[in-house]
Structure formats: C-alpha cells, structure tokens
C-alpha cells in the first residue's frame, strides 16, 4: 500500500502562484510514478501531469503547459506541483496519485493509489 498526503492548496488571485506537495509513505519503493489530476466543478477529473519515479520524466496537459511544473524529491517521498500564472479555470480540487508498473501517464486507471485532495480556488 502507499499513502498520499496533498498539501498546499488554497485562494490566490489571478496570476498568483501556488506550490502543491504530495508525500508518499509505506510501499514508496514500487511506485513508477506520480501524477496530479483535477476535478472542477461539474467536471470530470482530468490529467494536470505526471512525473517518472526513476528518470524525471514530465508530462503536462496542454492546458497547463508552460505554467505549471511537477517535480519530486526521491529522498522526501514527495511530488511538487509548482503553478504559475493562475487562471480562474485552474480552480478545482487537486489529487495526487501513485503509478505501480508501467503506463502512459495520462489516464486514471493506471493510478492505484490517490490522495484525499486539495482545493485550489483562483479568483478573477
């Protein structure tokens, strides 16, 4: 099993700047990956971006390129989301989640473990 904890979440203005943090506990050594998703109101959750566990490799959604980065700190167990350049459709509730074995990144059901969530709220 292994445990996510998000944090970082909250109300920024517009163009304001948020860093989200994941910290993972128990099985850390099988995890592959992380990624964050968002769900929005009324919305479907979908992909934000994704991180490899061993290599670094990113992956972002379109709509968030340029302004957000994810990292991850090995040693802490700990996935970043650095966001810049908030938008008011960036407002949602923010998970992280754990990747066991491989996959693309992008989809959910590669994910076997998720965070509670983390609300983001952007205002205009």
């Known amino acids: 099993q292994v445990h996510l904890v998000e944090s970082g979440g909250g109300l920024v203005q517009a163009e304001g700047s948020l860093r989200l943090s994941c910290a993972a506990s128990g099985r850390t050594f099988s995890m592959s990956a992380m990624g964050w998703f968002r769900q929005a109101p009324g919305k479907e959750r979908e992909f934000v971006a994704a991180?490899?566990?061993?290599?670094?490799?990113?992956n972002y959604a379109d709509s968030v390129k340029g302004r957000f980065t994810i990292s991850r700190d090995n040693a802490k167990n700990t996935v970043y989301l650095q966001m810049n350049s908030l938008k008011p459709t960036d407002t949602a509730v923010y998970y992280c989640?754990?990747?066991?074995?491989?996959?693309?990144?992008?989809?959910?059901?590669?994910?076997?473990?998720w965070g509670q969530g983390t609300q983001v709220t952007v205002s205009s």
């Open positions: 989640a754990a990747r066991v074995g491989s996959g693309t990144y992008y989809f959910q059901y590669e994910y076997g473990y």
């Open positions: 991180i490899s566990w061993s290599g670094g490799i990113t």
